[in-house]
Structure formats: C-alpha cells, structure tokens
C-alpha cells in the first residue's frame, strides 16, 4: 500500500494513509487473541477461521451483536479508549454464553469523525481484551471514517460474534422446574445498559472524575466461569441482565407458568446503584427495570446441585451466592 494515497479525499476529511497507520498498530493486540482456528490475518477480505470440530456431533453456530451505547461519552469525557472494546466483546459474547456457546471469533466495526491511528489502536486494545478474557479470537473488523457524519472526536463502536455449541448441550429453560435455585454472578458495575439515564442523572462534564471511572469500569466477561460450571453440574437456563434489569431479563430464562422469587435484601446491590438512585430520586422498581443492580448474570440449576455450582464458579473467581428460587408465577420476577 506504499503507493495509495488519495490527496483529493484527504481534502474531504478522509485520510486512507491513518488507516494504514491504524492497522499497523492495532496488530500487536489483534495478535494476543489468535487461537488454533484462526487462518487469517488482520487485512484481508474476511476473516477466516477453521471450528474445531472434535468431539461435537451436531454443531450449532450461535451469534450475537452489540454495540456500547451511549457510555461511549464517559470515554470521550475522560479521554480513555482503552476498556470500553471490552464492554463491546462483553455484550455479545455474554449473550450467546447464554445459549450455551463456547465463543469462536469476534469482529468489530468502529466508526468514527476522524481515524486517529492511536486511538484506534487503544479502542481495539480493549476488543483484543475482551477477546482474551472470552477465548474469542478477533479476526477481522472494520474502521469507517466518515467527516460531517460524526464530530471529529466522537467515535461510535459495534461487534458481532459467533459461537458454537452441540445441539444436544444448548441449554433449554423449558427444564427450569418449581424449585429450582437462582444463582447470582456479581456485576463489576454499571455494566453498558441504562447509561442514557446515568447521564440524566449526573451531568458528566462537571462529574467528579472518580464517578466517571466508577462509571466507566469494563463490563464483566462470565464466558470462561460459565462454561466451567457446564462441565460440573447440570445448567438448565442462563440469563445476561442487561438494558431492562431483572424484570425484563430474568424472565427470559424462564418457561411460561414459572418465576423468580428474590427477596430484596439478598440482593448484594454495588454502592454504585445507590448513588445513581438517590441523585436521580429514582424509585427503586424502576432502578430493578433499568439497571443490573449489582447481578450481571443468572444462572439456574436444580437445588441439590446448588452447592457444587456455587463451590465450581468461585473457583473460576466468581463470588457467586444464591439469589432465589423458581416458583409458579405468572409474575415474572417477584421481588420482596
């Protein structure tokens, strides 16, 4: 590419040489996620990559795509891009854990005013991170730069991610019975959901710079805990609270006829919530319908395997603790 330089679109605002610049430095990251099944490089067409196929009898591909939302602006705010590609891997591939999935591969779009190649690089620093933490191997993306579209300093980010499960362990909430056991894994935070209501709340040009990095803190990646408690007991249904908290989420897991009943003192909620709800005066149903409150992620077995669930995921570093229980309820979630 020594010879492609186009000084006519460089005067309209784009600057095909940055592009270049960006892929060179984004190489070292991208490199850090490379996993057996990856037969590309960063560059080509299309990213390419051979599943391992052993053991599995009726593969079924599962994907998910996401984007940050408006957290973004907490990074722009703060002036650092070097975690929030971690809450876009986390997005997806927290989603398709759900059915299951061992994720595969990971691409990312990032759209943006102006390609500054260090920033680019820093935003896929944080995508290779996530993809680390995931076991997901990053193989491809893309980098728009689009003038008059976006401000200069404004970018916007998006990823899609693909993964595979065997048909006959895809986990099926149609085997949630009355009785079983709701475990929670914490969250590290806010998370990337309800921030269009965080920055209602605080004004985040003139907020405290400890809130926005409070704010800002990666969403965590439950892949790899997930994925252990598989193989130690028998995982019925999981559910990824996101946008929507627990009454939207929760009952996703769930067969119709059945619900979650949680009483609200066993929710370890983060100091975060309470801060966001009393700035706010927001009440606390609507704080349980927006926010994960402090529970990134449920998952559901039955009662007598609660105690090996709980002993498999804090040894893979989760603080997991019983939540509730399924009983029969049209209610969704009832919380008390």
Not at 113 to 126: D, F, L, M, S, T
Not at 272 to 300: L, P, Q
Not at 305 to 322: C, K, S, V
Request: proline share 4%; hydrophobic share 40%.
């Amino acid at each position: 590419m020594k010879n492609s330089k186009s000084d006519a679109y460089a005067a309209s605002g784009v600057d095909i040489t940055a592009g270049y610049k960006a892929v060179q430095l984004m190489k070292e990251h991208v490199s850090r996620t490379n996993t057996s099944g990856v037969m590309s490089d960063v560059g080509g067409f299309g990213g390419l990559f051979a599943p391992d196929m052993k053991g599995v009898d009726e593969p079924v591909l599962v994907s998910g795509t996401d984007g940050v939302g408006t957290k973004l602006k907490l990074a722009f705010e703060l002036d650092r891009h070097d975690t929030i590609g971690i809450d876009c891997v986390a997005m997806c591939v927290n989603d398709i854990i759900c059915v299951g999935a061992k994720p595969l591969f990971f691409l990312d779009y990032i759209a943006c005013g102006k390609n500054i190649p260090e920033r680019i690089a820093e935003i896929v620093k944080g995508v290779a991170e996530g993809c680390v933490q995931s076991g997901a191997a990053l193989i491809g993306g893309e980098t728009a730069e689009m003038p008059g579209f976006y401000p200069e300093d404004e970018y916007d980010l998006a990823g899609f991610a693909v993964g595979m499960v065997d048909k006959s362990r895809m986990l099926d909430k149609n085997s949630v019975e009355e009785g079983d056991v709701i475990i929670a894994l914490p969250s590290s935070g806010v998370h990337s959901n309800g921030f269009s209501l965080v920055r209602k709340v605080f004004d985040i040009e003139k907020a405290d710079r400890e809130l926005l990095e409070t704010l800002l803190t990666p969403t965590k990646i439950y892949v790899k805990p997930v994925l252990a408690l598989m193989e130690a007991v028998k995982v019925k249904s999981v559910a990824h609270i996101t946008g929507g908290g627990f009454y939207e989420n929760i009952p996703r897991s769930l067969p119709a006829g059945l619900g979650a009943k949680i009483r609200r003192d066993d929710v370890r909620v983060l100091p975060v919530f309470e801060e966001i709800a009393k700035a706010g005066d927001i009440t606390e149903r609507d704080m349980f319908n927006t926010f994960n409150m402090g529970v990134g992620m449920i998952c559901i077995t039955a009662k007598e395997d609660a105690d090996r669930a709980l002993d498999t995921l804090q040894a893979n570093g989760e603080d997991a603790y019983i939540l509730g229980e399924v009983v029969k309820s049209e209610e969704g979630v009832i919380l008390w």
